[in-house]
């Protein structure tokens, strides 16, 4: 089968929507397809990043010192690269060290890995910030005298308090972990051709471009921003909910 124009340009396919590749693959499941898997490596990243940067945000602040010193410093070597390229550096020893008959069934998990990598720096510091608040509380002093245990009081007590700016950040980060896969897949060291996301889609797309066939890369561009901007909006409307001076 060739490929047909999008359904109301002149040659295309009513069957086909938003027409097919040069392969005879319809765009529209492409791009449903792609979305799957874009948004699944966003959401599994910004969890794993959360729960990190939660359990770090949590004991530094809690504890102080050393101890709050050393997870710190680690965070502020990992804000010092941009997050592109540290993403750049995992995938590319990963893709190194495995076998190359590896590497597309990997390159979830190595996605995942690398986007998780980069982001729990700004969980950790927010709630380090906030932890530092809440544990000269009355209700932290109170559970103490009762002899609650350190991490009783962290997760039960404190965490609980905690939690409003940090989902305003996974709304943000989850909109910027799409953007990261969706530009490693593009320079292709995200999802392969086998197993499209819609970075892949973009960049198979974009060889395309100049012969004609424009829309298999501009559907899936503008799926990926209408993605972005739904996810941006949907914190901005969180930060609202959650800012009590707006009540």
């Known amino acids: 089968m060739t490929r047909s124009t999008p359904a109301w340009a002149e040659g295309g396919d009513p069957r086909y929507l938003l027409g097919t590749d040069n392969q005879g693959r319809d765009v529209l499941s492409a791009i449903l397809y792609g979305s799957r898997i874009s948004l699944a490596v966003g959401f599994v990243s910004v969890v794993l990043a959360m729960a990190i940067g939660i359990v770090v945000g949590l004991v530094s602040g809690y504890f102080g010192g050393m101890v709050d010193a050393f997870f710190m410093r680690i965070a502020d070597v990992m804000l010092s690269f941009p997050t592109i390229l540290v993403a750049l550096l995992i995938s590319g020893i990963a893709r190194g060290a495995l076998p190359r008959e590896m590497h597309d069934s990997a390159a979830l998990i190595v996605l995942v890995f690398a986007i998780t990598i980069t982001t729990w720096v700004q969980y950790a510091r927010t709630v380090r910030s906030s932890t530092m608040v809440e544990r000269s509380r009355e209700y932290v002093y109170a559970a103490q005298l009762v002899g609650r245990r350190p991490f009783a009081i962290l997760f039960s007590h404190i965490l609980p308090n905690v939690m409003g700016p940090v989902l305003v950040i ?21 999802m392969p051709p086998t197993n499209p996301s819609l970075g892949t889609l973009i960049r198979v797309g974009n060889e395309y471009l100049f012969s ?32 009590p001076k707006l009540r």
């Open 170 to 190: 996974a709304t943000i980060n989850l909109a910027m972990a799409i953007l990261i896969e969706a530009t490693l897949s593009f320079l292709g060291v995200g």
């Open 212 to 243: 004609g066939v424009w829309w298999v890369v501009i559907f899936p561009s503008l799926t990926l921003v209408a993605l972005v901007l739904a996810v941006n909006l949907l914190g901005d409307w969180l930060r609202d909910a959650l800012n």
